[in-house]
Structures are given as C-alpha cells and as structure tokens.
C-alpha cells in the first residue's frame, strides 16, 4: 500500500519475493561456491603431503643386495670359535673374482672395494653359520645388503655427473659396481629390513621393528588405562553425578584439559612419573601412561556424546519395567553407546599413535638398536624414530623417513577407518 | 457404547485400588499439580484427560515414581497403593514399578529380541527360576498383549522391527510380564494409525478383568470408548472426577462441559 502512495507501480507479494530471489540464490552460490573452494583447498594440501612423502619414500621400500657364491673357508671360520671369525674376509674373498682391476694384495684397493658391503652384512653371514656351523667349509650362496651409497647409486639417487671430489663414491668405487652389476649379482628386493629390523646407524640396516612395538606397547598402555577410566569417569560425570557447580566445574576443566598442548603433558610426565616415581626413561609403559594422560578427555568427552544420544525412551522403558539405576545404564545406556564411545576411542588412540612431543621429553627419541621385548624394555615409537632419521645426516635416512611417515599414515588412516566402520555398522536409526 | 451403563453399574462394587490425597507437584518454582484428590478403583480403566500441559501426565508419573528421575521435581501430600505410601521411605521405586507397570506414548521396545524385550522385566526381578517359566511367562505375556500370533514365530527377530501398533502391544505385554497390579498408558495410541489403535483400545478393555488400567488421553473419544471413569485436570487441578458416561453427558463442572463441546483445550 505505501508503494502506492510513493507514486511506484503497485506489487503484489509475489514480485516482492521475485524482486528479493535472485539476491537470495546469489548468497547461495557464493557460499557453496566457498564451501567447494576451500574443501578443494584441503584435497589438494592432502595431494601435495602423500605425493611429496610417496615420491621420496618408495624407494626406501626397495633395498640393493648383492648375490655372491661364498666358500665358508675353515681357515678364516673356526667352528670352535663361533661366534668369532673372520666373516669379513669370506665375505671379501666372494667379491674379489668378480673385479679383475682390484690387487688382492693391497689393502687400500681390497678395502676400497669391500665398502660396497653393508656393516651388517657379515654380520648376515655369522648368523647363519651360528645357526647351521655345518656349513663351515662348504660354498654358500649368501645375499647381503649393499652399503647406503652404493644403494643411493642403484637407485640413481648419485648424480655420475658430479665432479669426483664432490660425490660420495669416486671412479674406481663406482667402476666396481658397475662390473658387478654387469656380472648381475645385484638385484634390488622388496625391504622386507625395514619392519623386521630395528634401528641402526646404517640406513641399509635400520628398520621400524623397535619402533612399531615400542608404538603397540605403548599403545596398549594407553588403551588399558584411558579407556576403563575415560568411561567410568563418563558414565559417573553423567549418569551419576549430581549436577551442581561442582560437577560444572569438572566438566570446563576435563574440555579444557582435552586443549592442553600435548608438550605440556610430556612435561609433567617426566616431572612425576620419572621424576618423583623413579620410572625407567624411555620405556614405551611410560610413554603409554603419558599418552593415556592425553587420550582421557578425548575418551571422556566422546564416551559423553554417545551416552547422550541414546534416547530417553530408553531409560524410561527400562526404569519402567522395574530395572534400577545401574541396570539400566549398565544393561541399557552403556551397550547403545558403545559404537560411539568405541569411534571415540580409536580417534583418540589414532591422536595418541601420531603423537611426538610427550614422548621426545621422556626419552622415547633415545638411539636402540633391538627391539622392545616389553613394555618395560627403552625403545623408539613410530612418530619419534621419524623424528630420529629425519635429524640423521645419512643420505639413506632421506627416503627412510618418508617411508616411515608413510607406515605411520597408513596405521592412522586404517585406525580411522575402522571407527568409520564401526560407527555405520552399528549406528541405529531410533 | 450401549453395554456402558451396564459396566458402569458394576464397577461401583469395586474397592480403591489408588488414593491420592492432597497431591502437588513442584516442577522447580513451578506448581504443576495442585492439590489433587482422586480415588482410582480397582479392575477399572480410568482416563485422565484435560487440555496440553494440565498435568495429567504428571500425575500418571507420580503413581510409579517416575518423577524421581527428575531432579528438580517434587511431589507432596500422599498417594496409597492399597492402603499403603508409595512415597514412604521403606518403599523402593524399583519394587514398586515392578507393581505398577507403565506404557508410554511412543513405542519404545528395547532394541533386543521380541523374547528379550518381554524376558527383561521377569529376569532382573528374577521372577522365573528356569528357561521353561521364563518361556510360560514369556508366552503368557505376549498373549496378555494381543500379540502372541503375530510373533509367535519370530521371537527372536528385534522387537524394534515390528509396525508401530505391534510395538506398543509389544510394550504392554512388557508391562505386564512383571504380573503389576496397576498399568499406567501415558497416551498410549497418540503414535498409532486408526487400525493400530482400534487393536490396542480393544486390548484395553481386556486387560481390566486382570490390571487396574490408568490411561492418559487426548482423545475424548478414546476416552469415552474404554474407560469406566474419567478425571478432568485443567491447570494443574483435578476439575472432576466420575463415571465416564456421566462426564461426557452431564458435566457438572462448566470447565469440563467447555472442554468437552471443545471450547477449551
């Protein structure tokens, strides 16, 4: 009516809503527009992570090894002495006849020569005949891992071009693998080292053994302790409690304690756990206490949600009936709520598994070379040994790390993907 | 609606099952019963009806306890079961909701089997010493609910698969596998279709010859079809209370003929 008295052209409802439509259907657009945009954002960051780390850590899957028929000189290996010997020189003696150019008499050329084995390789080769002396005086056929830079070379990870005093091998170094590689005694495998191994200061010798166990004990540390008290704390905070300041002010502090950075946590670990209760350094029981410290909120707030959801009807059925209270959030509330409190649980164990911070202030970033038989044994974890071989200055350590931050994804990502199972499995339409 | 007059004569002969006396209950700040006074008999469906939020529902729940759960709720003045104070302090909730059963507006079966669901209430009472009178009573509840031939063969399929008028028989015979003396329906059809309703409106008037029925109800033509005596609450108060025919066609209270021509409500 006031359009009229404006002297405008009258309009009816319907050319006001037309009038305001296209406006409306603009702010849609610009807000899907940005919702697709920053979700694009997010893939692409994902892409660039798994293709930077996959790009450089493949090759850490694969591991040089040279082939070489081994005569077990009785000479050299005495059975009564094992585990002594002079593995070394069998070794040596193997890989001489595949190299013409190499004087046998010079020590020089000899040692220059042998460098294409890796440190463990001998230490391969006693192994075997520890476990089988019978094979003292016979010819063997032994596979043993090539040193770093020799693998680097196969893997062509050495640039020929580079002048001689700046590479790491030189002419001669790379002429010898060359031969042997023309007498195809070198064959690149699958790195099956890198799990069966532990750590070592020799890239083609280090593995994730120590850390992947020190990771599960830890873990399983952290799940045994976390998850009774996470959901007993929950269900009590409410069910239970009554509600009051006091239980307001538990509620604030546990959110709050979910926010502290987890560098915090280390600290006060190492303050009581090794500090006023005389726990050994970096045992992964120690690491798993620090993480369940952690994971706690994370559980009690997740086991909350899911207690939440599960509707009232619910309890009145079972109240109805004549269940008393703990029946019924025993009997009841609890099992509807185990879906979520389970999802809960394992994001916050996947949380704990990637976790570096607490464990490098406890001393989990301590060098070991065999792996954790216990909980209680010193030991690595998955994200602190990254942090080791990334510090390392081995060229090896480059593609290693890649692949053990790839192993360490792997594990989050089938530990999410289980809670996602878990959760649609189990989700319940009410 | 003919043989009414002829139940109504009967039912006077019954003694009281339920006696409140002067009954209030606080929600917080908020009075949400005002002094109540209401003999229920036994072996006698009674509605209670009355607009939204007069607190019928309310008063439902103070006869199990229900209220309890509710923290800020409070319930004074006395209410009897056969002469005795549910709300005395030797008296256990637990206990006496396994006497007073209850059946709530939506459906609400345990997500278990049909057999568990019924099976609940008997075991953590631990009515039944073996399988085979867990089975009877099982059997003799679902019968009880109208619905022992339509899940007689799938007892161990989820009671949350049945349609909606199975799953509030299925909730009946719930109710009853304790062996109550009162069942208490708060709108026990509001979720059901015409035909479900029918079901469980008929189901009603038969569980009278064993149960003291106390059903709260929008519809005063549900009320009028299964109960024997009606109760009016309007704001909190109980406006009147008597045989139902009486109710429907000679209120004495001018609220109660408002309500009932629909003018209020």
Redesign the interface.
């Given at each position: 009516m006031t359009d009229i008295s404006h002297g405008s052209a009258p309009q009816t409802t319907i050319d006001k809503v037309q009038a305001s439509l296209a406006r409306r259907h603009r702010k849609q657009y610009i807000l899907q527009g940005f919702g697709i945009v920053a979700i694009s954002i997010a893939f692409l960051m994902l892409f660039i992570l798994l293709w930077s780390q996959i790009a450089t850590g493949y090759k850490a899957f694969m591991q040089t090894n040279i082939t070489l028929e081994v005569f077990v000189d009785p000479e050299e290996v005495d059975a009564g002495k094992l585990p002594r010997g002079n593995f070394d020189d069998v070794l040596v003696a193997a890989l001489l006849p595949y190299l013409p150019n190499v004087d046998a008499s010079s020590r020089a050329d000899v040692r220059t020569a042998s460098g294409i084995f890796s440190n463990g390789a001998q230490f391969y080769l006693r192994n075997r005949i520890v476990e089988d002396p019978s094979l003292i005086g016979q010819t063997i056929t032994m596979r043993v891992p090539v040193s770093d830079p020799y693998d680097q070379l196969y893997k062509e990870l050495v640039d020929r071009d580079t002048p001689e005093n700046l590479r790491r091998l030189d002419n001669t170094q790379i002429s010898n693998f060359d031969q042997l590689y023309e007498a195809g005694v070198i064959t690149s495998r699958l790195n099956t080292a890198l799990i069966t191994n532990a750590d070592s200061r020799f890239p083609e010798l280090a593995g994730l053994k120590g850390a992947l166990l020190g990771s599960f004990w830890a873990l399983l540390t952290c799940f045994l302790i976390a998850f009774p008290l996470g959901i007993g704390a929950a269900v009590y905070l409410e069910e239970f409690a009554p509600k009051n300041k006091l239980s307001d002010f538990i509620e604030v502090n546990i959110n709050n304690l979910a926010a502290v950075p987890s560098v915090v946590f280390g600290l006060l670990a190492l303050a009581v756990f090794i500090g006023w209760f005389g726990m050994p350094r970096s045992v992964p029981f120690v690491g798993g206490l620090t993480l369940a410290l952690m994971t706690m909120p994370t559980i009690i707030i997740a086991t909350r949600a899911a207690l939440k959801a599960v509707p009232p009807s619910i309890r009145e059925a079972a109240l109805g009936v004549g269940a008393s209270k703990q029946q019924v959030v025993f009997g009841h509330v609890v099992p509807l709520a185990m879906p979520g409190i389970l999802t809960g649980t394992i994001i916050g164990l996947a949380q704990a598994l990637g976790e570096t911070a607490p464990l490098l202030l406890i001393g989990m970033n301590a060098f070991i070379t065999s792996a954790p038989g216990s909980p209680f044994d010193s030991s690595t974890a998955l994200p602190t040994q990254i942090f080791i071989w990334a510090d390392s200055p081995e060229r090896g350590f480059v593609s290693r790390t890649s692949a053990a931050i790839l192993v360490l994804l792997t594990f989050l990502i089938a530990m999410n993907a289980i809670a996602i199972y878990l959760r649609s499995k189990f989700e319940r339409k009410w | 609606m003919d043989d009414l007059r002829v139940v109504t004569r009967d039912i006077d002969t019954h003694a009281t099952k339920i006696s409140a006396k002067n009954v209030q209950v606080y929600y917080g700040e908020t009075h949400a019963i005002k002094d109540v006074n209401v003999e229920i008999k036994e072996h006698t469906v009674t509605a209670f009806i009355g607009p939204s939020g007069c607190g019928k529902s309310t008063f439902l729940r103070s006869i199990?306890r229900?209220n309890d759960?509710i923290?800020i709720c409070r319930v004074e003045g006395d209410i009897l079961i056969d002469g005795q104070d549910i709300y005395d302090r030797n008296i256990d909730p637990?206990?006496?909701?396994?006497r007073v059963?209850?059946?709530?507006q939506?459906p609400?079966?345990?997500?278990k089997s049909i057999y568990d669901n019924v099976a609940?209430?008997p075991k953590?009472?631990g009515l039944a010493r073996t399988k085979a009178e867990l089975d009877e009573i099982v059997e003799k509840s679902l019968r009880r609910g109208a619905i022992w031939d339509e899940v007689k063969d799938r007892l161990h399929a989820p009671g949350t698969g049945l349609s909606g008028g199975q799953q509030q028989r299925l909730?009946i015979a719930?109710?009853v596998?304790?062996e109550p003396d009162v069942l208490l329906m708060d709108e026990p059809c509001s979720a059901l279709d015409p035909i479900a309703t029918a079901q469980v409106e008929e189901l009603i008037d038969q569980l009278r010859e064993s149960y003291t029925v106390v059903i709260v109800t929008h519809s005063m033509q549900q009320a009028a079809r299964v109960s024997q005596k009606t109760a009016f609450f309007h704001l909190g108060s109980l406006v009147e209370y008597g045989n139902t025919d009486e109710i429907f066609t000679n209120p004495k209270d001018s609220r109660t003929e408002s309500y009932i021509s629909g003018r209020i409500g």
């Amino acid at each position: 009516m006031t359009d009229i008295s404006h002297g405008s052209a009258p309009q009816t409802t319907i050319d006001k809503v037309q009038a305001s439509l296209a406006r409306r259907h603009r702010k849609q657009y610009i807000l899907q527009g940005f919702g697709i945009v920053a979700i694009s954002i997010a893939f692409l960051m994902l892409f660039i992570l798994l293709w930077s780390q996959i790009a450089t850590g493949y090759k850490a899957f694969m591991q040089t090894n040279i082939t070489l028929e081994v005569f077990v000189d009785p000479e050299e290996v005495d059975a009564g002495k094992l585990p002594r010997g002079n593995f070394d020189d069998v070794l040596v003696a193997a890989l001489l006849p595949y190299l013409p150019n190499v004087d046998a008499s010079s020590r020089a050329d000899v040692r220059t020569a042998s460098g294409i084995f890796s440190n463990g390789a001998q230490f391969y080769l006693r192994n075997r005949i520890v476990e089988d002396p019978s094979l003292i005086g016979q010819t063997i056929t032994m596979r043993v891992p090539v040193s770093d830079p020799y693998d680097q070379l196969y893997k062509e990870l050495v640039d020929r071009d580079t002048p001689e005093n700046l590479r790491r091998l030189d002419n001669t170094q790379i002429s010898n693998f060359d031969q042997l590689y023309e007498a195809g005694v070198i064959t690149s495998r699958l790195n099956t080292a890198l799990i069966t191994n532990a750590d070592s200061r020799f890239p083609e010798l280090a593995g994730l053994k120590g850390a992947l166990l020190g990771s599960f004990w830890a873990l399983l540390t952290c799940f045994l302790i976390a998850f009774p008290l996470g959901i007993g704390a929950a269900v009590y905070l409410e069910e239970f409690a009554p509600k009051n300041k006091l239980s307001d002010f538990i509620e604030v502090n546990i959110n709050n304690l979910a926010a502290v950075p987890s560098v915090v946590f280390g600290l006060l670990a190492l303050a009581v756990f090794i500090g006023w209760f005389g726990m050994p350094r970096s045992v992964p029981f120690v690491g798993g206490l620090t993480l369940a410290l952690m994971t706690m909120p994370t559980i009690i707030i997740a086991t909350r949600a899911a207690l939440k959801a599960v509707p009232p009807s619910i309890r009145e059925a079972a109240l109805g009936v004549g269940a008393s209270k703990q029946q019924v959030v025993f009997g009841h509330v609890v099992p509807l709520a185990m879906p979520g409190i389970l999802t809960g649980t394992i994001i916050g164990l996947a949380q704990a598994l990637g976790e570096t911070a607490p464990l490098l202030l406890i001393g989990m970033n301590a060098f070991i070379t065999s792996a954790p038989g216990s909980p209680f044994d010193s030991s690595t974890a998955l994200p602190t040994q990254i942090f080791i071989w990334a510090d390392s200055p081995e060229r090896g350590f480059v593609s290693r790390t890649s692949a053990a931050i790839l192993v360490l994804l792997t594990f989050l990502i089938a530990m999410n993907a289980i809670a996602i199972y878990l959760r649609s499995k189990f989700e319940r339409k009410w | 609606m003919d043989d009414l007059r002829v139940v109504t004569r009967d039912i006077d002969t019954h003694a009281t099952k339920i006696s409140a006396k002067n009954v209030q209950v606080y929600y917080g700040e908020t009075h949400a019963i005002k002094d109540v006074n209401v003999e229920i008999k036994e072996h006698t469906v009674t509605a209670f009806i009355g607009p939204s939020g007069c607190g019928k529902s309310t008063f439902l729940r103070s006869i199990n306890r229900m209220n309890d759960t509710i923290d800020i709720c409070r319930v004074e003045g006395d209410i009897l079961i056969d002469g005795q104070d549910i709300y005395d302090r030797n008296i256990d909730p637990v206990q006496l909701r396994a006497r007073v059963g209850m059946v709530f507006q939506k459906p609400n079966p345990f997500p278990k089997s049909i057999y568990d669901n019924v099976a609940y209430g008997p075991k953590i009472h631990g009515l039944a010493r073996t399988k085979a009178e867990l089975d009877e009573i099982v059997e003799k509840s679902l019968r009880r609910g109208a619905i022992w031939d339509e899940v007689k063969d799938r007892l161990h399929a989820p009671g949350t698969g049945l349609s909606g008028g199975q799953q509030q028989r299925l909730c009946i015979a719930r109710a009853v596998a304790t062996e109550p003396d009162v069942l208490l329906m708060d709108e026990p059809c509001s979720a059901l279709d015409p035909i479900a309703t029918a079901q469980v409106e008929e189901l009603i008037d038969q569980l009278r010859e064993s149960y003291t029925v106390v059903i709260v109800t929008h519809s005063m033509q549900q009320a009028a079809r299964v109960s024997q005596k009606t109760a009016f609450f309007h704001l909190g108060s109980l406006v009147e209370y008597g045989n139902t025919d009486e109710i429907f066609t000679n209120p004495k209270d001018s609220r109660t003929e408002s309500y009932i021509s629909g003018r209020i409500g």
